[in-house]
């Protein structure tokens, strides 16, 4: 997908990077099914969490027939493909746990497996564009975006909890749309002060609905099913101690390959409004970021280096001296902190907590827990050593603040 052109001068827009004002960066209309040739790949795809629970996912991919990624098209086709093989792959290697680790993806899956991510422009791991973005139907296409008219195309072990955990994403997802951002670009470049401040009113908005979806999580998602079942399947094989060599991708490449696991650290959304805003993340924080959005679809990396490029939004705040702009610039990083703030909570509950009664081996779901990979107690799923990250890339947002609302922050 070819790059768009960055001309200042003219009218910045969405259209050009494959995102949509009403989705967002989410897929709209995923498919849900491949053309029939493919249904080797989907047969075993759907059954996953079965497959996983009877130890026998890796038999059935060993046995599957090597086909060949040119009959898919589209790029619809091309994501529900990356999806089923992502998915296959996840389950592939994490079938019996921190045990019996497979080093090698067996060439029927690791081939087209390898030749799609190259068409779309992504490392061949599962992502959260996978995962999350191009992983939903609605149950009545006319319905509203609600857990209780979504459904997943693909899942993986983890029963409520993993339809849960992906759904609830989906929907922070949609609550942040960045329709906003090219109003303010374009209110910036033309010096409109009000179009500006209307612009990032709305942002502010989306961002504290985001925090709200969020929330859903404590509903939909059981602590330690997400510790002791799911955490494992979005690993990667990257900083990641059971792997330390890395995947070799058979018929690929001799050598093994090191990729991190899905995270939402790979949702192109954060790092919008952090290169809207001029939240700037240094050294191995920033560096990990810089990271993810190589797992990002190439066209929504380059909405977010587009963004960077632009004159800075904080300067043009401080400079039009209007009260009205400057609350709503600051109101964004009030948001901006407040989600972060709440995600740091979230982490706690779903990793740090379980962790520690692993440890203890307590609480009534600590057979559960007790299964989770001793190697994953201090990292993300996207191998970062996620709390001291965390807090670092939060107090990163809270020194942007301008410094009369740093002041009443403090208070
Ligand atoms: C149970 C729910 C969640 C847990 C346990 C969780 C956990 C984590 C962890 C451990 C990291 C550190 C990076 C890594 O190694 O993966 C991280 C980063 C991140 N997560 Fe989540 N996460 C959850 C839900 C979400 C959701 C729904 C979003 C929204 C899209 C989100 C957005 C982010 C972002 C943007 C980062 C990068 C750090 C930042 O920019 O503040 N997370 N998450």
């Given at each position: ?127 959260h564009a996978d995962s999350v973005l191009a992983n939903w139907k609605k149950k009545d296409v006319q319905g509203p975006f609600t857990m209780e008219n979504l459904e997943l195309l693909i899942t993986l072990p983890g029963g409520d909890s993993a339809e849960g955990f992906f759904l609830v994403t989906l929907l922070v997802e949609l ?237």
């Amino acid at each position: 997908m070819a790059a768009p052109e960055l001309d200042p001068k003219s009218f910045f827009s969405l259209k050009s990077y494959h995102v949509s004002e009403e989705l967002g960066f989410v897929l709209s209309d995923p498919l849900e099914t491949l053309p029939p040739y493919y249904m080797p790949w989907m047969d075993i795809a759907l059954q996953i969490p079965e497959l996983v629970q009877s130890h026998e996912l890796r038999i059935r991919i060993n046995k599957m027939p090597l086909l060949s990624s040119r009959f898919l098209q589209k790029h619809r086709e091309l994501r529900l493909a990356r999806l089923a093989l992502s998915m296959m792959t996840m389950g592939y290697i994490w079938q019996e746990g921190e045990d019996n680790i497979v080093e090698m993806l067996p060439h029927n899956l690791a081939i087209p497996y390898w030749e799609v991510s190259q068409r779309l422009g992504l490392p061949p791991i599962l992502t959260h564009a996978d995962s999350v973005l191009a992983n939903w139907k609605k149950k009545d296409v006319q319905g509203p975006f609600t857990m209780e008219n979504l459904e997943l195309l693909i899942t993986l072990p983890g029963g409520d909890s993993a339809e849960g955990f992906f759904l609830v994403t989906l929907l922070v997802e949609l609550a942040g749309a960045p329709a906003n951002i090219p109003n303010v670009i374009n209110g910036v470049r033309c010096g409109d002060t009000e179009a500006v401040a209307t612009a990032l009113e709305a942002i502010s908005q989306s961002i504290q609905a985001m925090t709200e979806a969020l929330k859903w999580m404590h509903e939909y998602v059981k602590p330690a099913v997400f510790y002791g079942v799911m955490r494992i399947f979005l690993s990667g094989w990257k900083d990641n101690t059971c792997m330390p060599n890395g995947l070799v991708y058979e018929g690929v490449q001799t050598e093994p390959m090191a990729y991190s696991g899905g995270s939402a650290a790979q949702s192109s959304l954060l790092h919008c409004f952090d290169e809207l805003l001029g939240v700037k993340h240094k050294e191995q924080s920033g560096a990990f970021l810089t990271r993810m959005r190589k797992y990002m679809p190439p066209s929504h990396r380059q909405l977010i280096q587009d963004i960077s490029l632009q004159p800075s939004l904080k300067s043009f705040v401080q400079r039009q001296g209007s009260e009205r702009l400057n609350e709503a610039f600051q109101d964004c990083l009030t948001k901006l902190l407040a989600f972060r703030n709440h995600h740091i909570n979230t982490v706690s509950r779903f990793i740090t907590v379980p962790a520690a009664r692993a440890r203890q081996r307590t609480g009534s779901d600590g057979e559960l827990i007790s299964k989770a990979p001793t190697a994953l107690e201090e990292r993300g799923t996207g191998g970062s050593g996620y709390m001291t990250f965390l807090k670092t890339v939060r107090d990163q947002t809270k020194g942007t603040l301008l410094p009369e609302t740093m002041q009443q922050n403090e208070k």
